[in-house]
């Protein structure tokens, strides 16, 4: 089946220091998805990707939808306090919105 | 901004009960989706809808589980018998084409079975 890798698992990083974090596939995708977590909330979509290749930021946080269609990675610039909490990547090799999950990035951010 | 809204935010049932879950999707969007995560653990694919039937499940979407859409507006997530181990935050999520363009995840039920 298909295998989607994420990490790292956990960053414990300071303000202000910049974060990355990236997914790998097996399979190749059309679409990656990049969301935000925070405790006994739902996903909040971040950035959204539909072309290998394609670049695309959102404030501080810039994604890449790579070339082979395989991997992606998010980065986050200049990290803040409420940067805090768990980042995962999705991915489909589909149009009907069947997404797999990444396993999740912790991210904590120290003053 | 349009929101996908799910009620309850948290259900406590006793193991062997019915339990629905409910969620309206965004008005104009026509592909509707659960999801499930179990605490400390990945979000899990359960089924797509589209047209009123199912598109697509997977292996946890057995018998247990059904999803209707009873209205214009609601879509729900029945598990028949409930078991400890369907204790887990459930997600709706609805997309407006089919193309994942505008997907958006609702904030989730908390199912606790005991």
């Known amino acids: 089946g298909q295998q989607l890798n994420q990490s790292p698992q956990s960053m414990f990083i300071q303000e202000g220091e910049d974060v990355s974090m990236n997914c790998t596939s097996s399979?190749?995708?059309?679409?990656w998805l990049w969301y935000k977590q925070d405790p006994g909330e739902g996903p909040v979509l971040l950035i959204a990707l539909y072309k290998a290749g394609e670049l695309t930021s959102n404030g501080r946080l810039t994604a890449q939808f790579g070339i082979t269609r395989k991997d992606s990675f998010l980065n986050i610039s200049a990290s803040i306090p409420s940067d805090v909490g768990i980042y995962f990547c999705?991915?489909?090799?589909?149009?009907?919105?069947?997404?797999?999950f990444g396993a999740g990035t912790q991210v904590v951010v120290t003053p | 901004e349009p929101e996908v809204t799910q009620t309850p935010s948290h259900q406590v049932t006793q193991m062997g009960q019915e339990v629905i879950l409910r969620c309206v999707p965004i008005s104009n969007h026509l592909y509707f989706y659960w999801y499930r995560q179990i605490l400390g653990q990945k979000v899990e694919f359960l089924v797509s809808f589209y047209n009123n039937e199912i598109s697509e499940k997977s292996e946890i979407f057995d018998d247990q589980f059904s999803v209707e859409r009873p209205d214009g507006s609601n879509f729900t997530l029945k598990i028949r018998s409930t078991k400890l181990e369907d204790s887990a935050m459930y997600f709706c999520a609805s997309s407006q084409d089919g193309s994942n363009y505008g997907y958006t995840f609702g904030s989730g039920t908390r199912l606790t079975v005991v």
């Open positions: 999705a991915g489909t090799t589909d149009s009907w919105g069947k997404f797999q």
């Open positions: 399979s190749i995708f059309n679409t």
